[in-house]
């Protein structure tokens, strides 16, 4: 089937009781047995809950995967992944990553003993010289947030499956719709569905796909045992965003590429970091992995003071925490999301105070530029 087909079916069939045509929301904390080992496939809501399981199925086929699970947010849903290392066990990670992501791994899980190394994963050299014969999991954000830096998913997979390396790639800002990591040889994908797939601003959860069955069954097990697992609603939610999930991304990407074009003719904006623009380093190779270059953008208007005009100008760009929802929004890495990595790492990797980073909604682009030209004006 296509994308926008599975989005729309995959997982979700009326309701047999009802012939609802959505997927019901399973209010139950606990289902009734018919007697002792003799139940409908549901026991407790920990384990399975029928809207769960729907949303599950459903990302599953969007991502070209056979097994999904379901989270109480994406770093619930990363932390299950960093549960597969073993205490003594290494792991190689984007430099370049989701602060919170590197929050977990340096400032708890470091703790029980993992062993973290962070290196540029667009360097595949880089990587190799990384590697150690303890190293069990290279984790990937591509592009990476938020300076944009792309990865070779395909040589990257390659290279630590030769090893015996497990590699698990945050999708986050691409979206199965634009880029899907399973087929481009990862073991593991995972989602904030905060993000994208929900694509409303009004849940938070994360989600884990794989090929792989053994990989599966001990993701599955650590889902029920850890037990931070979303509610039937949340994952409701979700299912109504990915049913639009191929019409908003195209639209988030449409306008990032006008707006983009903007920025860099733009005088206050000193660099520009999109992907879709042809000078940036990774083009060639997105337009090779990816369908489309989404909606996320940083640029540098040089200063905090500059970026504290920016981020207090504008009207329809709203100053939040997040992304990929509908609604434009505009923040300060340094200072937001990315306020728990150390300063002089942060500006190692070229995240100077000056950097902002916009979500570009779906409103219309000309509106949106308009509100970043006033904005850009205060600096």
Request: hydrophobic share 40%; glycine share 10%; proline share 4%.
């Amino acid at each position: 089937m296509g994308f926008s087909t599975d989005a729309i079916h995959a997982g979700q069939r009326p309701d047999p009781s009802t012939g609802a045509i959505i997927v019901p929301i399973f209010q139950t904390s606990t289902y009734v047995q018919d007697g002792l080992g003799s139940h409908k496939g549901y026991e407790y809501a920990r384990t399975q809950n029928p809207t769960r399981g729907a949303l599950e199925a459903n990302v599953a086929a969007l991502e070209g995967g056979s097994h999904g699970l379901c989270f109480g947010s994406g770093l619930a849903a990363i932390s299950t992944i960093l549960h597969l290392v073993r205490a003594g066990e290494h792991v190689v990670a984007s430099n370049n990553m989701y602060g919170g992501t590197y929050r977990l791994m340096e400032k708890v899980l470091r703790d029980h003993g993992l062993r973290f190394d962070y290196v540029n994963t667009s360097d595949l050299e880089a990587v190799e010289r990384a590697f150690r014969p303890e190293t069990r999991l290279l984790f990937v954000e591509t592009p990476t947030n938020p300076m944009m830096l792309v990865s070779d998913l395909r040589a990257l997979a390659s290279l630590a499956s030769r090893r015996g390396i497990l590699t698990a790639v945050d999708n986050t800002f691409m979206t199965p719709f634009f880029q899907r990591p399973l087929e481009l040889g990862a073991d593991i994908v995972v989602h904030s569905s905060t993000k994208y797939l929900n694509g409303h601003s009004d849940m938070v959860g994360g989600v884990i796909v794989t090929r792989r069955d053994d990989l599966a069954e001990r993701l599955r097990f650590l889902q029920n045992a850890v037990g931070a697992v979303p509610g039937p609603f949340d994952c409701w939610l979700v299912l109504r965003g990915t049913k639009t999930l191929a019409l908003r991304m195209e639209r988030h990407d449409r306008n990032a590429r006008e707006i983009a074009a903007f920025l860099v003719r733009h005088p206050k904006a000193r660099r520009v970091y999109y992907p879709g623009l042809a000078d940036h380093p990774g083009h060639e190779l997105m337009k090779r992995q990816c369908s489309g270059f989404g909606g996320m953008i940083s640029f540098d208007v040089g200063s905090l003071a500059g970026a504290t005009a920016v981020l207090g100008s504008t009207r329809l760009f709203s100053l939040a925490e997040s992304l990929g929802g509908v609604e434009s929004l505009i923040s300060h890495p340094a200072t937001m999301t990315h306020a728990s990595v150390p300063a002089e790492d942060r500006l190692k990797m070229g995240l100077t105070d000056g950097l902002v980073r916009i979500s570009v909604g779906v409103e219309d682009v000309g509106d949106l530029v308009a509100d970043l030209d006033e904005a850009l004006g205060h600096v």
